[in-house]
Structure formats: C-alpha cells, structure tokens
C-alpha cells in the first residue's frame, strides 16, 4: 500500500463535464481565493466520480485551476488510497486488510476476490469488478469489511465470510440491488444475537438508582430522591430592579380594599425580605402596616393589592414584581 504509482497508460487529456464543473464552482466558492488550494481532495474526488480513477491529465488540470505544483496534487493523489490511480471496474471491491478485519478472515475475502476477478488492482475483462485492498475503514466492530464503491455509490457491508460476500458478488453480477451493512443480521454493531451485557432492566427503570445524601448539603436541603415528598426552602427570586425605599401613608388613602393585617406577627414572622422586590425597609412598612407572613400576601387580591400599593406610594409595584406569585412559592415551601 505504501507505493502508488500513476498508471502506465493515460489519456491525452481531461476536463470537467458541465454537472462537474457546477460541483467544482460549489467548492471554490468556499475558499478565498489566496486559499483555493483547499479545495483540492473536493477536486479530485470529482474527478474520480466523473471518470473511475484520477488520470495524469486530471491531476495537471487540477493543478493549474488551484494555481499548485503538480507534485502537490500528486502527493495528495498517491496518499490516499480513496483515489484510484487507475482505472476501475464497474464496482470496485476494497477489502480491509487492517489486523482486526485480518484476524476476522480478512485473507478468506481476498481469496474470494482473487478467484472471483482476478489479480489485484486489476479490472476484471468484462469490465464489471476490480478489488484492492485499504487499510483499516473505521468498522473494525463489524469486521471483516469491504467497502464496494460504483455508481449508486460508497457502501460498506460488513460482518463478512467468504460465503456471503460471494453472495454479495452474485448478486452485483446479476444486476440485483445489495444490501449495505452488515451481512450476518445484526443490526449495525449490536451484539450478535441476544444482549448479553447490560441486561438488568433495572438499569433502566430507575429502582436501582440509590437514594444519596450529599455529604455538604445545607441542613434544610431534603436528601436527593426525597425532594419531591418534602418542600424545600425556595431561593429568594432575584429582583432586576432596585427598589426606591417609599415612606407608608398612613392617613386614609382612596382605591382599593384593606386586606388582613394583624398588631402583631402570628407566632414566628416571616423574613419577607426573600420576597423580589422587598428590601428591609419596605419590610419594615410592611411589618408596621400590620402584614408579617407570606400567607397574608399570597391572599391579597387585586383591590388588597391595590390598597398595599397606594399607602406604599407604590405604581403597580407590587404587581410587577410579582410579590403575590412569590409568597405563595415560599408560603408552600415554608
Ligand atoms: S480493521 Fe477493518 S475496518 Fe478497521
């Protein structure tokens, strides 16, 4: 594989057919222009389609549209083995000889190939089948492998014997479509046959998870598992704006209806501070308004709202931020 040559015999010249060179625009287009060099593999990939094999006069054409060095085309053509040198059947074999595929039987395909079409890289007489042998193609789970490449396209099939890819070549002699992939059932490179790692269904269903507890967790955090049975303390809601401190009004003041209030907090008062919005000193009108508990504020309807908001000097403060929404979270979580 290391040394690939030119072929003995070549055209007189090439050139891109129409439906090529739209191919080609499409790549240059791509690349500045101080870089179009970059467009060369797309280049000759082209080329190969359009012909079978990359030809000398191919390669020189290819070089002065890119503005290269032919040996720089060159060293890319003879590096990859995806290019054909030469010409090739109608539906080139390309067997993997890379140890995996090797210690799979990889030596049986080859045998297959050289009764079959002959000797190496060479086209069988009628034309139909050429094969050649490529290092490792990326499916070395699904060895041995060949790759078959012709005008329906690149395809690999996969999990080979001598037998079935006989079948494969019957097939392609008679004109029958083939099936990519692998040849032995499975399904890409499943385990053949039935799973036989992994099997637990409880892997899968969630009654092997464990149930942990965090070794740094804060004290009011429920272990992992458990925070759907018991509340946790919500975060306090990040409030966007800066809240302006108001001073309460506390004569009479039109609109609205008073809510609940009490003289003094019903056991332990609630730190509204973790409300969005409420600093402490809008806790502290609050508290000398006579509210102390989320409860209070979770009830409070529009009109009660409207009432906090107009002794509070506030323009529809309350409803912006949400305060009612917020106390019911913490009212729950509390
Ligand atoms: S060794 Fe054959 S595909 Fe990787």
Redesign the pocket.
């Known amino acids: 594989m290391s040394v690939r040559r030119l072929a003995d015999q070549q055209p007189d010249s090439f050139a891109f057919s129409k439906e090529s060179e739209e191919l080609v625009t499409f790549w240059l287009n791509k690349y500045p222009e101080a870089k179009k060099a970059s467009a060369v593999i797309p280049m000759l990939w082209i080329a190969q389609k359009q012909e079978g094999w990359v030809s000398e006069p191919a390669i020189q054409h290819i070089a002065n549209r890119l503005g290269m060095p032919r040996i720089r085309v060159y060293e890319v053509v003879t590096f990859y083995t995806m290019f054909n040198l030469a010409p090739a059947g109608e539906h080139l074999i390309q067997v993997?000889?890379?140890?995996?595929?090797?210690l799979?039987g990889?030596d049986a395909l080859k045998e297959v190939c050289a009764s079959r079409i002959g000797k190496k890289g060479a086209v069988r007489p009628d034309g139909k089948f050429s094969w050649m042998e490529v290092?490792?193609?990326?499916?070395?789970s699904?060895?041995?492998?060949v790759q078959i490449s012709n005008k329906d396209g690149d395809e690999y099939y996969?999990d080979l014997t001598a037998e079935s890819l006989g079948a494969l070549l019957d097939d392609l002699e008679a004109g029958k479509a083939i099936k990519a992939g692998p040849q032995n059932g499975r399904s890409c490179s499943a385990p053949e046959g039935e799973p036989k790692t992994l099997t637990d269904t409880s892997l899968y269903d969630g009654s092997a998870a464990k149930k942990i507890k965090l070794p740094n967790a804060a004290n009011d955090r429920a272990p992992a598992g458990e925070a759907d049975q018991k509340p946790t303390k919500a975060a306090k809601p990040v409030s966007k704006t800066k809240p302006t401190p108001p001073k309460l009004v506390k004569e009479a003041v039109a609109g609205g209806a008073s809510p609940k209030l009490f003289d003094q907090p019903q056991g332990q008062k609630d730190d509204l501070t973790r409300i969005g919005g409420v600093g402490p000193k809008i806790e502290a009108l609050l508290n000398e308004m006579g509210v102390f508990h989320y409860h209070q504020i979770a009830s409070w309807t529009a009109d009660e709202a409207a009432w906090v908001n107009a002794r509070l000097k506030f323009k529809g403060r309350i409803e912006r931020e949400s305060w009612i929404a917020q106390a019911k979270t913490l009212s729950e979580a509390n």
């Open positions: 993997c000889g890379t140890t995996p595929c090797w799979r990889a290092e490792c193609l990326g499916a070395c699904n060895a041995p492998m996969e």
